[in-house]
């Protein structure tokens, strides 16, 4: 299997090492990991910013359901943007890397459980659901998973960089993270693994537990539903949500939540490259593009863009 050393600057209190040679087929493995890489970022960019605007265009879209949708094509971006670009390029530091990778992290481990529950309250309270999920309702939801991110992330970065680091300046992954980051530090980071840890079952089990007992509810209402039409829509609603939140959670549970005597650098850069790269790509594909609304809605978008660009286009809310 090959492995890529990814190198990043670092505080000025790493002692540097001189670089090992590379062999002579490095170069070649790490272009093509570029473009693979360059490529994938690519297609999630344009999937979710074409989410984001159907959404936006489209008023048949404006429901809670929708918006947490495009709040998550959002977050996903923005979660891409902090990690891909600097795996190519570098461009970002460490420390800055660190933060918006895991702000936008955990703002999606919230965001996926606030779509659990818009699902839970449109399958198993639907005469409430407007009430329920109005657009404050909404607002706060999204609103309170960005600022627990953003809070996570300050605990978190502020924790590391407070460490006095000795050993090279080479971090072995594909981009900053916490427990490669730790292992270069020359001091005892027990209190700091211990903080990485309780974060780790805040944003991931906590989440996890809300969505499976959500599920619970959801399925034994489904059961009950009468007609086999009526239980495969039920289904169909929700599929896609679980599908992502099964990649996302169980790959990000296998790296936080695991000992630290059973975490091999190989296997989790495997695993990381699967959450932090797949993940975001899916988002667009399984979560949106699958829904019939959004292909309607997508169908109208280009009518109005045909529309607008003879000069004969209405108001996009009302298209």
């Given at each position: 299997?090959?492995?890529?050393?990814?190198?990043f600057?670092?505080?000025?209190?790493?002692?540097?090492r001189?670089?090992?040679?590379?062999?002579?087929?490095?170069?070649?493995?790490?272009?093509?990991?570029?473009?693979?890489?360059?490529?994938?970022?690519?297609l999630?960019?344009?999937?979710?910013?074409?989410?984001?605007?159907?959404?936006h265009?489209?008023?048949?879209?404006?429901?809670?359901m929708?918006?947490?949708?495009?709040?998550?094509?959002?977050?996903?971006?923005c979660?891409?943007?902090?990690?891909?670009?600097?795996?190519?390029?570098?461009?970002?530091?460490?420390?800055?890397?660190?933060f918006?990778?895991?702000?936008?992290?955990?703002?999606?481990?919230?965001?996926?459980?606030?779509?659990?529950?818009?699902?839970y309250?449109?399958i198993c309270?639907?005469l409430?659901?407007?009430?329920?999920?109005?657009?404050?309702?909404?607002?706060?939801?999204a609103?309170?998973?960005?600022g627990?991110?953003?809070?996570?992330?300050?605990?978190?970065?502020?924790?590391?960089?407070?460490?006095?680091f000795?050993?090279?300046?080479?971090?072995?992954?594909?981009?900053?993270?916490?427990?490669?980051?730790?292992?270069l530090?020359?001091?005892d980071?027990?209190?700091?693994?211990i903080?990485?840890?309780?974060?780790?079952?805040?944003?991931?089990?906590?989440p996890?537990?809300?969505?499976?007992?959500s599920?619970?509810?959801?399925i034994s209402?489904?059961?009950?539903?009468?007609s086999a039409?009526?239980?495969?829509?039920?289904?169909?609603?929700?599929?896609?949500?679980?599908?992502?939140?099964?990649?996302?959670?169980?790959?990000?549970?296998?790296?936080?939540?695991?000992?630290?005597?059973?975490s091999?650098?190989?296997?989790?850069?495997l695993?990381?490259?699967?959450?932090t790269?797949?993940?975001?790509?899916?988002?667009?594909?399984?979560?949106?593009?699958?829904?019939?609304?959004?292909k309607?809605?997508?169908?109208r978008?280009r009518?109005?863009?045909?529309?607008?660009?003879?000069?004969?286009a209405?108001?996009?809310?009302?298209?």
């Amino acid at each position: 299997m090959i492995i890529i050393t990814h190198f990043f600057p670092l505080p000025s209190s790493f002692r540097p090492r001189p670089p090992s040679v590379l062999k002579p087929n490095s170069t070649a493995h790490r272009l093509g990991f570029f473009f693979v890489f360059l490529t994938l970022y690519l297609l999630t960019l344009f999937g979710n910013v074409i989410i984001v605007i159907v959404i936006h265009l489209d008023h048949h879209l404006y429901t809670p359901m929708y918006f947490f949708l495009s709040m998550l094509s959002i977050s996903e971006t923005c979660y891409t943007v902090a990690i891909i670009p600097c795996m190519l390029s570098s461009l970002l530091s460490c420390a800055t890397q660190l933060f918006f990778c895991l702000t936008f992290s955990i703002n999606n481990c919230f965001l996926l459980t606030a779509r659990g529950y818009d699902c839970y309250v449109a399958i198993c309270n639907p005469l409430q659901y407007s009430v329920i999920m109005g657009k404050e309702s909404c607002i706060q939801l999204a609103s309170g998973s960005l600022g627990i991110g953003l809070g996570m992330a300050i605990v978190q970065v502020t924790s590391v960089f407070g460490l006095p680091f000795c050993d090279a300046f080479v971090i072995s992954h594909f981009f900053c993270d916490m427990r490669p980051l730790l292992k270069l530090a020359c001091t005892d980071t027990t209190v700091n693994e211990i903080i990485n840890f309780v974060v780790s079952v805040f944003v991931l089990v906590l989440p996890m537990g809300l969505v499976f007992i959500s599920y619970v509810l959801i399925i034994s209402t489904i059961l009950k539903i009468a007609s086999a039409e009526g239980q495969k829509k039920a289904f169909d609603t929700c599929a896609s949500h679980l599908t992502v939140v099964i990649i996302y959670y169980g790959c990000a549970s296998i790296i936080y939540l695991k000992p630290k005597s059973q975490s091999f650098l190989g296997q989790d850069r495997l695993i990381s490259m699967t959450y932090t790269v797949i993940t975001p790509l899916l988002n667009p594909i399984v979560y949106s593009l699958r829904n019939k609304e959004v292909k309607d809605a997508l169908c109208r978008a280009r009518e109005y863009i045909g529309l607008y660009n003879s000069g004969k286009a209405q108001n996009p809310a009302s298209f």
